[in-house]
């Protein structure tokens, strides 16, 4: 098995998203997390540390739509498969301080997509992957 520091830079950077899907438990296609304009950054960097970002960026949403908003940061480990972050911080109250946010990682070609573990959102069990791609080799 490759070492833990190899591992990690694979995945250490800045990134930003450039699409998100979701689909229920029977394959239909649900709306796009973050909307058809999502935008947000994720940033990992080589002490172990990680803050995501990620919103509806439409400037109006259509009535009735609220708008899509995570954050989080915490300290985070990577085994090559899955990201695992333990929260310290975050604006969604589902998410747990103290608890971890579960990713499967893989590659396509120069993307990262993440995949988090199936969820229930506005009462739909949803699979979502957010994909991403790196804007810088090392945070700033």
Known sequence: MADAKAL????IGIWKIVDATSHDADGKELPKPYGP???GLVTLNAAGRMMAVLCDGRTVLPDGVSRDYA????NYSFDGETLITRVDASAIP???LGGEQI???RFEGQR???TPPASVL???VQHREIYWERVSESPA
């Open 94 to 96: 589902r998410i747990a």
């Open 37 to 39: 304009l999502g935008m």
């Open 8 to 11: 990690s830079s694979q995945i």
């Open 71 to 74: 954050s989080y940061c915490g």
């Open 122 to 124: 506005h009462g739909i």
């Open 112 to 114: 990262m997509v993440l």
């Open 103 to 105: 990713r499967k990682v």
